[in-house]
Nanobody, 113 residues
């Protein structure tokens, strides 16, 4: 099982990025999926989740700015990030949550200046 995030980078405040998480070795259709992030010196925080049925939820700090989505046919999870702020700077991780186990990617760095 492998989750590989991509799409991170450096962007100015107010800009946008779209993160992708490509899964192999599992079918994301049977997993709830999520994005977490961790800034230097801080705990890992949940950013957004999307249930198997497509129901979404967001952390308060990203509501109205970020959108999580999934393409089960491509086994890919997305995070559209708009109106980025400096406090969004962090390493972003995707997670597949199953009944018996969770799978994490290695993360992709997002830096907002």
């Amino acid at each position: 099982v492998q989750l590989v995030e991509s799409g991170g980078g450096s962007v100015q405040a107010g800009g946008s990025l779209r993160l992708s998480c490509s899964a192999s070795g599992l079918s994301i259709s049977v997993y709830a999926m999520a994005w977490f992030r961790q800034a230097p010196g801080k705990e890992r925080d949940g950013v957004a989740t999307i249930a198997r049925a497509g129901t979404t939820s967001y952390g308060d700090s990203v509501k109205g700015r970020f959108t999580i989505s999934r393409d089960n046919a491509k086994d890919t999870l997305y995070l559209q990030m708009n109106s980025l702020k400096s406090e969004d700077t962090a390493r972003y991780y995707c997670v597949a949550t199953g009944e018996d186990s969770d799978y994490w990617g290695q993360g992709t760095q997002v830096t907002v200046s």
